[in-house]
T-cell receptor, first 114, second 115 residues
Framework: SAVISQKPSRDICQRGTSLTIQCQVD?????MFWYRQQPGQSLTLIAT?????????ESGFVIDKFPISRPNLTFSTLTVSNMSPEDSSIYLC???????????FGDGTRLSIL | AQTVTQSQPEMSVQEAETVTLSCTYD???????LFWYKQPPSRQMILVIR??????QNATENRFSVNFQKAAKSFSLKISDSQLGDTAMYFC????????????FGQGTTLQVKP
């Protein structure tokens, strides 16, 4: 399985600021995804990060709030912009090497907004 | 719409015993891929087991096995000889061959293994 490095692992931020989360994979993958998870809840897909083009966002998530980049087949970033306490959550990236294979996840970023 | 339902929010089992977590799903696709993930308190999402819908044989990985009933759209996970390290939240998920690889997750089942 792919080795995924997600940084930072946790952060505490002031409201109104922005934070960028990085996801690095040790090999090229077909697809990369970003999820949000509230404590004790299931995962909610934010968007699919597309290499070289704009991300595909799920209903309820917009590019202005969650800009995503994917400059190549091994790296992606998610920015949480103009943060409010409601953005306190765990953010996870995942990768899919090829169709039919399982998604593999980074260790997640625990974000707290004061 | 594609959905996954885990009807057991919480379960507990004694160490060394067997427990079964239930999962049902709904899709109109004929081919798809099913997964169980484990998330311990450390929050890392760990793949437990996978099943291709076109394969009739149930998948097995050591102490973990599934009961896949395609007609009933059921995909339960059996954990044998439960260990304290199995304590975690378990998620059932799938994606279809026709979509973009996006996983559809169930609500999760919190499993507590008691000594």
């Amino acid at each position: 399985s792919a080795v995924i490095s997600q940084k930072p692992s946790r952060d505490i931020c002031q409201r109104g600021t922005s934070l960028t989360i990085q996801c690095q994979v040790d090999s090229q993958v077909t697809m990369m995804f970003w999820y949000r998870q509230q404590p004790g809840q299931s995962l909610t897909l934010i968007a699919t990060a597309n290499q070289g083009s704009e991300a595909t966002y799920e209903s309820g998530f917009v590019i202005d709030k969650f800009p995503i980049s994917r400059p190549n087949l091994t790296f992606s970033t998610l920015t949480v912009s103009n943060m409010s306490p409601e953005d306190s959550s765990i953010y996870l990236c995942s990768v899919l090497r090829d169709r039919g294979e399982p998604q593999h996840f980074g260790d997640g970023t625990r974000l707290s907004i004061l | 719409a594609q959905t996954v339902t885990q009807s057991q929010p919480e379960m507990s089992v004694q160490e060394a015993e067997t427990v079964t977590l239930s999962c049902t799903y709904d899709t109109s696709e004929s081919n798809y891929y099913l997964f169980w993930y484990k998330q311990p308190p450390s929050r890392q999402m760990i793949l437990v087991i996978r099943q291709e819908a076109y394969k009739q044989q149930n998948a097995t990985e050591n102490r973990f096995s599934v009961n896949f009933q395609k007609a009933a759209k059921s995909f339960s996970l059996k954990i044998s000889d439960s260990q304290l390290g199995d304590t975690a939240m378990y998620f059932c998920a799938f994606y279809g061959s026709g979509n973009t690889g996006k996983l559809i997750f169930g609500q999760g089942t919190t499993l507590q293994v008691k000594p």
